[in-house]
């Protein structure tokens, strides 16, 4: 048996918390999806609502990619901003692999900034050491810079929008009160 990793990290200008808010969801299928629209034709949720056990069918364009395949949420842990995801039809294991894992993990790092660590996980059978060059960890690098480009722009409009309020909302004004006139 032939097995291995390969991983990428990639800082984020946003809080952990808000990372995980993509990352965690079904969000990152359908940024995926959106994203990557030249190679991915369509990911679909076939069971689950994005939580543990979820299955998608990821198919991509004729000879963009391998071939298509189901995945399957096999950890989402929220305590610890982890989500792994697994192979389990088609694609990698049609090519001799008996396991192919990517793991997500959102790191904290500071309050405002944070890293996203992407890691694949493999095993093949010997006979098809060979595909082990297939393993690319560039396809997740580039779904890390997609996912920093949208968290970045989530938070600019939301600070735009945080600023507007502030100028709109004079904060010197501690309350009103509504006194009728009387009418004598």
Known sequence: MVSGQVSNELELNVAASDAWGLYGTLGLPKLIEEGLSS??????VEEGDGGLGTVLQVLYHPGAGPTD????????????????VETIEGGYLDL???????????IEKGSDSSI??????YELKPEAEANVSLV???PYAKIAQ???????DSKEVSEKHSSLHQELLPTDIVSTKYIPESHT
Do not use: C, H, M, P
Not at 39 to 44: A, D, F, R, T
Not at 96 to 106: A, D, K, Q
Not at 116 to 121: A, L, N, V, W
């Open 39 to 44: 190679v991915i034709k369509k990911i679909e």
């Open 96 to 106: 001799g692999f008996t396991l192919y894992r990517i793991r997500f993990e959102v």
């Open 69 to 84: 395949y189901k995945e399957k949420f096999t950890k989402i842990d929220n305590e610890n901003r982890i989500k792994e």
């Open 136 to 138: 690319s960890i560039q």
């Open 116 to 121: 996203i660590k992407s890691k694949i996980e």
């Open 146 to 152: 997609l996912a920093k480009k949208q968290l970045d």
